[in-house]
């Protein structure tokens, strides 16, 4: 098990690394994408927010290293809406994610063609359900964002 582990691991680092080195220079990219977007982002989140979005997660049992599934998470959120919601807007305005939320427990799953080829799995990566709310917010709020300033097309 730890031999298979070790050769999964090894193939995706290596496939990373070779997307990595087909990426254009992002020194570029990033100061071309902060010429476009000249304003600023509405960056605090809301409870009602931090309350949709945990009850917008599926009911998976599954958890990340932290014990904790979506269902568990739904099931408190009316506790822990206000506590989140703090914590959220803190490390939006700081700009510093604390690496516990970048945590997560890569699994390999079969994709199809013959299961001896490691070409024929991918990652999955199981996060947390802390993190799974924070990128959501993110997104729901970045989305809104690029909407109502006319800079995404709404689909």
């Keep these: 098990m730890k031999q298979s582990a070790q050769i999964f691991n090894h193939y995706f680092i290596n496939s ?10 992002t020194v570029l990219a990033n100061f ?9 982002f509405n960056i605090p989140v809301t409870e009602t927010e931090v309350i949709c979005t945990l009850s917008s997660l599926k009911n998976k049992t599954m958890c990340g290293y932290t014990g904790l599934s979506n269902k568990i998470l739904k099931l408190c959120g009316n506790v822990t809406s ?21 945590y ?15 070409s ?5 990566a199981l996060l947390t359900g802390f993190s799974k709310i924070f ?6 709020t970045l989305k809104h964002d690029l909407v109502s300033n006319n800079i995404l097309a709404n689909e």
């Design 16 to 25: 990373v690394a070779d997307l990595i080195t087909q990426q254009p220079k």
């Design 32 to 40: 071309s994408l902060r010429e476009s977007f000249p304003h600023e």
């Design 82 to 102: 206000k506590p989140l919601t703090h914590i959220y807007n803190k490390l939006l305005t700081s700009g510093i994610c604390p690496d516990h939320l970048k």
């Design 104 to 118: 997560t427990n890569i699994k390999q799953c079969f994709k199809k063609g013959e299961k001896s080829q490691i």
């Design 120 to 124: 024929n799995y991918k990652p999955i």
């Design 135 to 140: 990128e959501l917010l993110i997104f729901h």
